[in-house]
């Protein structure tokens, strides 16, 4: 089991219903309307709502953003690489994963994901090691996109990145001097889109096993975008090449 906590992450998890939650916790004193409603729908589930002085409440969480809420959950699930690629297939359109090499801030994570699915995007590969993991301050971070997004981490990325290629997914490596931008690439093809870790890029090794690699244009004097915003430039850009379609 774990905990998890904040207003969004909490309810996408009691809405979503992919993994149980055993109890929610409030913070004592004044609500937040939307806690409220929040442990309205809990007990409606018949999960188990306790009030906890705030105090308490970080301990639980260890995160000062709790905004008064946490709930006791499963753990959650990661995907083995082969059922995300047969997702993939199963669902008819070109594929779009999203792969992170050595990301280990959890906010940029969080954002990552929360990005990823509003965009669309079919899932996310992370490794295991040198990697942050989808906990308290991720979930809070991707306001319970956690709960819709599939998730994949694995042992080796390059053997990941292959299994991709060998099912007829390009993969395409964000890199800054790159000489091709990702304006000039047809994102319209299956395609997995590789972000390299804070400060660091691409390892050798990874960006050596993608097809191709490509740059974000810049005009400012700083030498590369945060990694969260990357990846939410190049994710639209899928997205408009692909035509936008309400769900």
């Not at 993939?88 to 990005?115: C, S, Y």
Request: proline letters at 4%; glycine letters at 8%.
């Amino acid at each position: 089991m774990e905990i998890i906590c904040g207003i969004n992450s909490v309810f996408e998890a009691i809405k979503a219903g992919r993994r149980k939650v055993f109890s929610l916790y409030v913070a004592e004193g004044k609500q937040n309307p939307a806690v409220t409603k929040i442990a309205e729908l809990a007990s409606q589930k018949g999960i188990k709502v306790k009030a906890l002085p705030r105090s308490k409440l970080l301990e639980l969480t260890h995160v000062e953003t709790n905004q008064g809420i946490a709930a006791e959950a499963d753990s959650f699930k990661y995907l083995a690489i082969e059922e995300l690629i047969a997702l993939v297939k199963q669902g008819g359109e070109p594929a779009f994963i999203i792969i992170l090499d050595q990301v280990n801030d959890p906010h940029n994570l969080g954002a990552i994901i929360r990005t990823a699915h509003l965009i669309g995007a079919h899932g996310l590969v992370i490794p295991k090691d040198n990697s942050s993991d989808v906990g308290p301050t991720v979930a809070k971070t991707a306001s319970g996109a956690i709960e819709y997004l599939p998730i994949v981490k694995v042992i080796n990325l390059s053997s990941a990145i292959n299994l991709l290629k060998n099912n007829n997914i390009w993969v395409v490596g964000a890199e800054g001097e790159s000489p091709k931008t990702i304006y000039d690439y047809d994102f319209t093809t299956p395609v997995a889109i590789v972000l390299g870790g804070e400060g660091k890029g691409l390892r050798r090794l990874v960006r050596e096993n993608c097809d191709e690699l490509l740059t974000i244009p810049m005009k400012g004097k700083l030498d590369s975008f945060n990694v969260s915003v990357a990846g939410a430039i190049i994710m639209a850009e899928v997205m408009r090449q692909r035509g936008y379609q309400a769900a």
